[in-house]
């Protein structure tokens, strides 16, 4: 299971998977304790449960969909640098499509010699429409499965505690230390202050609960 995530997801994926599925998971937990009031922790388990399922299952949906359209839009580009006439022309689309990611790290000369071989590849090979492949369907599935896996946890206290009182806080405590971990885990990542990440995340987490709270939940 791990190596299929890995495999699908680059750690920036998911981090920021397991970012919006717990912060999702406690807005879920709030939202239906409003709704169930006085619903007991099984009814809750099943409410909120389902929200994740689904949150998990249309976040996958959006994972494909998205790694759809970034294709065809490459593919565009592809079409429009090789319609067009002048190779001044077709370098000046090349660059504005890669220049906000490439500047920082390179020389212009660099960049140009780079944007050149580019063109040489893409007025060489027939660029057909973008369609959906087996690898966006797989990155989906990986998508659902992490934030169904990171959010586990989070209702777990509702099959542990009777009293529905009891399971929301725990169930709202578990997610905010797992925001914390994962922004010391993300800190790290980018090379940012862990703590700070992981208590900068962990604060949004508070507002979330504490909003929920404030309303009722």
Request: aromatic share 8%; with cysteine; charged share 20%.
């Amino acid at each position: 299971m791990r190596g299929f995530i890995r495999g699908n997801l680059t750690p920036a994926d998911f981090l920021g998977e397991v970012l919006f599925g717990l912060i999702m998971a406690l807005g879920f937990t709030g939202a239906v304790r409003l709704g169930h009031e006085a619903a007991d922790s099984q009814a809750l388990f099943t409410g909120i449960l389902g929200c994740n399922i689904a949150w998990a299952v249309v976040d996958g949906v959006m994972y494909s969909l998205t790694e759809l359209f970034e294709r065809g839009r490459r593919a565009r580009l592809a079409r429009r640098v090789k319609a067009s006439g002048a190779d001044a022309d077709a370098l000046r689309l090349i660059a504005e499509e890669m220049d906000p990611t490439l500047e920082p790290m390179t020389s212009p000369e660099a960049r140009q010699g780079l944007y050149r071989d580019i063109l040489s590849k893409v007025r060489g090979r027939e660029h057909l429409p973008a369609h959906l492949r087996g690898e966006d369907l797989k990155g989906g599935a990986a998508v659902a499965l992490v934030i169904l896996l990171w959010t586990l946890p989070i209702v777990a206290p509702y099959l542990l505690f009777k009293e529905a009182e009891t399971a929301v806080r725990v169930s709202n405590g578990v997610a905010l230390v797992l925001l914390f971990g994962l922004g010391m885990w993300w800190g790290k990542v980018i090379g940012a202050g862990s703590f700070r990440v992981g208590a900068g995340l962990t604060l949004i987490g508070l507002i979330l609960v504490g909003v929920t709270i404030a309303l009722g939940g």
